[in-house]
């Protein structure tokens, strides 16, 4: 990170060194300027950055005059050298900037450092798994060669396309196996829909062609409706979709990685075109050729009120099929939500209301001895402690539930030759830290004012550290040899609760504090409890630490409720959007079933009259017309739950607490389709019971 100075005013930008060939391997240059050259990398002249379009364009107006500019960034001079195109990504929105980096002295000598990320281009021919094994034999040599900081290390080898749609490819899987049963449904539907016109149209088509009209000339006139109709369907269905586009570019990265690249281009609209045509002429040839096949003397016959057996079955099939589609969906849907209710309701372990929080990081060139970052921070929080609605300040290197994460091996009371050391979560806090967090102290006691650089080192370990590595004995008074220090040992003095730090669905890891004056770091993250609007404390926030230091930024100010929030965006989204494909599942399903059950009342018209005559009771009526409707929706509830073992079985990754087969979920499901069903019937049921018997007893 950088705090370039603008002006007058300090900003925060994010960016990441990079090492020679960082461009030509990933295969770009940038539209303004030049990438790095081999004399950028030479210490001292490693002054030189390449920025984003994207800040190009907003803090310099898309300036061509930009390069060889000079900015104040962590306090040295920084130029600008190049710019790089709008769809370059590397490292997500928020890297704003990449410049050199160059290997010192005593880096190269540090074996121990395990933070940088490596690139590499295949050669032609060479497999992922091939580029796998080649580099676990790297690593395993290492291991040999270099034990102490090379044990138990190794090397994973994936694409960067599979690196950077990990953690949401298999949610849109499923959610575009979602909407192909959507698609599938509203085929259905669309299917039902023209074999139903074809069948009230008989009568006519069968005298059109007894007064000359040729069979060719009925099938293109009925397909040609159809696909006006499918067209139709594919122009809103495109309004839709553009509309949805706009709202997804408009989502975060983390929850779908180039969100501002969605949109309706030339192959959407190809892609509508083809399927409206293909629906149309699918959906429409079949009722077409029967209508045109059929006789007029036959035709007539037939009262009006009686229907072919053969389509009134396969009528009732589409609606079994769009049923059983909608159930597969709807246990899904209803999965996740109580998947995403459950882990809303886990305790992130630590206080969240009325927490503010946000991250400063001092420049290196300024801040060049631990004296000077312990006097910032402590001045800082002395200054924020006087604004008007904080009631107490405190900081840590680690925010509780943000997804970050520092993790260090360590060893117990001096054992530190084993190939497999543990490794905990490494927090560095402030004073009140726990006090203020809500973080319950179990056993000993908290860090203190006397806890200073002098003092001897101390730690509290969380109780799943305590239970699991101490095995019954009293933690306190242990010692730990941890971290980068590993010669320095640190003493037990207390045992804390556990919090949750990736996410809310976090198992229980290995948990270790130290106080920040005995380690003190440039970069920590403030919280202040406050008694009031958190965020609206934001200003008098900035012009505290611009009070101690007038070129620090501070960035990423947040509540610890939107903090917990953002950390269940993507289980929250992909329940939402696997809801809504459910919701219209279900009433395009609600709809077929609807369509079938007044078609089958209408053509049944004069059987109802004829048997009300003869003394049937309306609520007899009633009976029969929801005993069909029931056997569908029976049938396609049958082969739904047959059908829901596939999909659960992918969305077992997605669930917590929650199992793939939930009774309670099937159960709801299931009743809803009932209240569904008696809906959907009902209404034509309750419309053959008004039936009047003369009326119906003269129905042609």
């Known amino acids: 990170g950088g705090g370039p100075m603008l002006g007058d005013s300090p900003e925060h930008w994010t960016g990441t060194a990079a090492t020679q060939g ?19 990398f030479v210490v001292g002249k490693n002054h030189v950055l390449v920025m984003s379009e994207a800040l190009w364009r907003s803090n310099f107006g898309a300036d061509p005059g930009v390069l060889g500019r000079s900015i104040s960034m962590n306090g040295e001079p920084y130029a600008i050298i190049g710019v790089m195109p709008a769809a370059f990504r590397f490292g997500g929105d928020q890297v704003r900037y990449w410049t050199p980096f160059a290997f010192d002295s005593s880096m190269a000598t540090v074996r121990g450092a395990h933070f940088i990320q490596v690139l590499a281009r295949l050669r032609d021919g060479v497999s992922l798994p091939q580029a796998q094994s080649e580099m676990k034999g790297v690593a395993a040599q290492l291991e040999k060669q270099y034990p102490d900081t090379n044990a138990g290390w190794t090397v994973v080898v994936s694409s960067m ?30 299917a039902n829909m023209l074999l139903s016109r074809a069948a009230v149209r008989r009568k006519e088509i069968a005298i059109r062609m007894a007064l000359g009209a040729g069979r060719r000339r009925i099938v293109r006139q009925l397909l040609t409706e159809s696909v006006v109709l499918a067209l139709a369907g594919g122009v809103l269905g495109l309004a839709i979709a553009y509309g949805s586009s706009r709202a997804l570019a408009a989502l975060p990265s983390t929850l779908l990685p180039r969100a501002e690249s969605i949109h309706v281009d030339l192959r959407v609209l190809l892609f509508t075109f083809v ?21 007029l003397i036959g035709t007539i016959k037939e009262s009006g009120s009686t229907g072919r057996g053969g389509r009134s079955g396969l009528r009732g099939a589409l609606v079994v099929l769009e049923i059983a589609l909608a159930m597969i969906l709807l246990v899904g849907s209803g999965l996740l939500l109580r998947s995403f209710a459950k882990l809303s309701s886990v305790q992130p372990g630590v206080a969240t209301e009325g927490r503010l ?27 924020l402690q006087t604004l008007p609605g904080v009631e107490s300040v405190t900081m840590t290197s680690l925010l509780p539930v943000s997804g970050d994460a520092v993790v260090w091996s360590f060893g117990i009371n001096g054992q530190l030759n084993s190939a497999s050391l543990p490794s905990a979560q490494y927090y560095l806090v402030g004073p009140n830290y726990l006090r203020n967090m809500g973080i319950p102290l179990l056993a000993g006691r908290d860090f203190t004012e006397q806890d200073a650089a002098s003092a001897p ?11 699991t590595i101490f095995h019954g ?39 270790v504090y130290e106080p920040f004056e005995q380690f003190p770091q440039r970069a920590m993250t403030f919280v202040l409890r406050t008694s009031g609007n958190a965020s609206s404390l934001l200003p008098g926030v900035r012009h505290a630490i611009q009070q101690v230091d007038s070129q620090q930024p501070i960035t990423d100010p947040r509540t610890m409720d939107q903090v917990v929030q953002e950390s269940v965006a993507l289980p929250r989204f992909r329940t939402m959007l696997l809801g809504l494909f459910s919701a219209l599942a279900l009433l395009l399903a609600l709809l077929g079933l609807y369509s079938v059950m007044s078609y089958a009342v209408e053509q049944q018209f004069q059987e109802i009259g004829i048997r009300m005559a003869l003394g049937a009771l309306p609520r007899d009526i009633y009976r029969v017309i929801l005993k069909r409707g029931f056997a569908l929706v029976a049938i396609g509830i049958a082969i739904g739950l047959a059908g829901t073992a596939a999909i659960t079985r992918l969305l077992a990754a997605f669930l917590f607490g929650v199992t793939p087969h939930d009774p309670a979920t099937i159960a709801i499901v299931m009743l809803l389709f009932a209240a569904v069903a008696l809906l959907a019937c009902g209404i034509p049921a309750r419309r053959a019971t008004r039936v009047d018997p003369m009326i119906a007893l003269r129905y042609e």
Request: net charge neutral; hydrophobic share 45%; glycine share 6%.
């Open 22 to 40: 960082f461009f030509e391997t990933l295969g770009v240059r940038p539209v303004l300027g030049r990438p790095f050259s081999d004399d950028d």
């Open 161 to 190: 396309q599979q690196s950077a749609v990990q953690d949401v490819h298999a949610a849109l899987l499923v959610l575009l196996g979602a909407v192909g049963f959507v698609l599938l449904i509203a085929c259905a539907n669309a």
């Open 275 to 295: 399927i409206s045509i293909a629906t149309g002429i699918l959906f429409g040839l079949a009722p077409a050729f029967a209508a045109s096949r059929e006789g």
């Open 357 to 383: 929080t946000f991250d400063v990081s001092l420049p290196r060139a300024r801040y060049t001895k631990p004296e000077q970052v312990t006097q910032f921070y402590q001045e800082a929080r002395r200054r």
């Open 457 to 467: 080192h101390v730690c509290l370990v969380n109780d799943f550290l305590a239970r």
């Open 473 to 511: 004995q009293n933690p306190l008074g242990q010692h730990i040899q941890m971290g980068r220090h590993y010669e320095v040992v640190r003493e037990i003095v207390g045992v804390v609760a556990s919090v949750k730090q990736f996410s809310l669905q976090d198992k229980e890891t290995f948990q």
